[in-house]
Nanobody
Framework: EVQLVESGGGLVQPGGSLRLSCAAS????????INWVRQAPGKGPEWVSA????????LYADSVKGRFTISRDNAKNTLYLQMNSLKPEDTAVYYC???????????????WGQGTQVTVSS
């Protein structure tokens, strides 16, 4: 069973930092690109960042570029998001997301974790 479990969220003051983690299981973690996606209250999902299977290629939304860093440890089946210089507009539930191929087929299923709340407020 594919599982993605986020942790590390919390309440932080503007300008502060948090490090989110996403523990993966049930699939070959090192074979897939993984995303961070967030959803603020009353808004739709916003893609934040992605990292390729080996970790050598990363992408960021303009809204977080230069402040957030995505990384992964394939030996630990874990994805990270280091968030620095946090702003109130970063307040959201943060999810890790991956499209995983259904074994023995060419079909893919979109998997999501349960999310972790990040609140940036003074």
């Amino acid at each position: 069973e594919v599982q993605l479990v986020e942790s590390g969220g919390g309440l932080v003051q503007p300008g502060g930092s948090l490090r989110l983690s996403c523990a993966a299981s049930g699939f070959t973690f090192g074979g897939y690109t993984i995303n961070w996606v967030r959803q603020a209250p009353g808004k739709g999902p916003e893609w934040v960042s992605a990292i390729n299977f080996g970790g050598g290629s990363t992408l960021y939304a303009d809204s977080v570029k230069g402040r957030f860093t995505i990384s992964r440890d394939n030996a630990k089946n874990t994805l990270y998001l280091q968030m620095n210089s946090l702003k109130p507009e970063d307040t959201a539930v943060y999810y890790c997301n991956a499209k995983i191929r259904v074994r023995y087929t060419s079909n893919y299923i979109d998997y999501w974790g349960q999310g972790t709340q990040v609140t940036v407020s003074s």
